[in-house]
């Protein structure tokens, strides 16, 4: 979802859970006052939290790894893969050819 749609989400829900709050404090008490005042507490720290949770930097992608190891081959082997990784030949013994390739390269 592109950032203004995160960010539109992240305001309405936002909005919309401070008014359940004044609506629940304001029956539970019976007092209006009470129930402004938990949804503006509600909604300045929903905001915040909304806030950060949008403009935290994304985390880092997962590796991905492909691994080969321990094996005879009697023929040729290929290792591929259509993004990039990081590809690792240990202990093989291969009677023809080994192509790796990977992301199209």
Known sequence: MAAFGRRLVGAAATV??????N?????????RTAGWAAFGVVLLVLGIIVQI?????P???TRSEQHLRNADIGGSAEIGSSHAVSQVVTDV???GDLNMNQGGN
Do not use: C, F, G, Y
């Not at 919309?16 to 709050?21: E, G, L």
């Not at 949770?53 to 930097?57: E, G, V």
């Open 16 to 21: 919309a859970v401070a008014a359940v709050v």
């Open 23 to 31: 609506i629940a404090a304001s029956i539970l008490t019976d007092n």
């Open 53 to 57: 949770w949008l403009t935290a930097p």
């Open 59 to 61: 985390s880092e992608p």
């Open 93 to 95: 013994k291969i009677t």
